[in-house]
């Protein structure tokens, strides 16, 4: 039978990835029966001093002891990883190496310079090879990367089941990242009951990355909208599609669900934590091959010029503005913005956010209204103007998205100069 023809100048094709899944409580103390899947011997467990201070990487090696495998614990992790900070930790790696296998415990700040870690350990090349273009030279690795288990100690970043990892540029002033498909975790091992003593604080900005990575990659640009691509060009982010859909779908529904109460009661609700956690693996499944856009684009550049803003909840001892804070704080506009280039998936994702809202007279308002409705709910600042930013800063903050042209390729609706430098201007207050 002869196949029909396609026509060669429009896509047809998507890719979707994920990583095999372990989840539920007392996950974690099953890490060192998986790692003898892999024939290691001898592991890296990478972590930060707030989540070593919990006990978590001490116990992942007593499981991992358990069945004759050697560890060590690297605690270096920088909350909100810069190109200094995943270097000096790389440095770390390759001084004490050969390692056979890496576990990655934390936030996405650990798993991603695990990943870092593990990429730049595997094989020749440095950090900025790798980069994404047009700030590093976007290099592909070489061959295999060793086992990597994921182990997330927040609810937030997805980074468990994503094929990249996001660190600052210190000299740039900017937030960037590294994007291939074996980056992505040889397995992600979840563990709801670590995230029981998490400050609300801490639940409310890693949630809202949730939020973000669900909506901008329900409405990110159809994939069969791109031009075709040749094999050897396809890239992680794909563009929405059938698969990905589902996996946001998904997490929007639990975070409708639980979202409010982990932040307000998320102490001792085991079942809010679980659905969390679930949330925010099922949206790395979805935006980890679909993309992300604006949000994410815009957020870049905020956490990196940040100024003298320190959240509660986080450590103290430098300003910073928290990822999952940062991508929030021009959501409502950005979602305004891309309202009219898919008004159905808008209006879908609001209802899934939100199923009891009242219905707005302007339906471009729906999905930003449910956002504030949120963000002012569980403490999110109002806007940038809420983390140091005033109108004077959007001239040098609108570069730095503009960079990001990896993520501002998948919105629907491709904002110029002026568009982003409009969305942020009206972001320095939300409410």
Known sequence: MT??????????IFTWGAPPLKFGAGAIDEIGFEMTGYNARRVLIVTDPGVR??????RIAESLARHDIGSEIFDGVHVEPTDDSMTKATEYARAQGPWDGFVAVGGGSAIDTAKAINLLTSGPGEL???INKP???AKVPEGPLKPLIAVPTTA???SESTAMCVLDILSMKVKTGISHWRLRPTLAVI????TMSLPPEVTAASGMDIVCHALESYTARWYTTFDRKRPEERVTYCGSNPVSDLWCEKSMALLAQSFRTAVHRGA??????????????FAGMGFGNSGVHIPHANAYPIAGQVKDFRPAGYPQDEAMVPHGMSVSLTAPEAFRFSFSSAPERHLKAAELMAPRADKHDDPREQLPSILIDLMRDIGI???????GFTESDVPDLVPGTMQQQRLLATCPKPPTEDDIADILTKSIENW
Not at 53 to 58: A, H, S
Not at 191 to 194: A, E, G, I, S, T
Not at 268 to 280: G, K, L, T, Y
Not at 381 to 387: A, Y
């Open 3 to 12: 196949p029909p023809n396609v026509d060669l100048t429009e896509e047809t």
């Open 53 to 58: 201070g919990l006990g978590i990487p001490e």
């Open 128 to 130: 900025m090879d790798f």
């Open 135 to 137: 700030i590093g030279n």
């Open 156 to 158: 937030g970043t997805g």
């Open 191 to 194: 563990d709801p009951l670590v």
């Open 268 to 281: 001792d609700d085991v079942e809010a934590r679980s659905n969390m956690m679930m949330a925010a693996t």
């Open 381 to 387: 600042p109002n806007g940038i103007g809420g983390v």
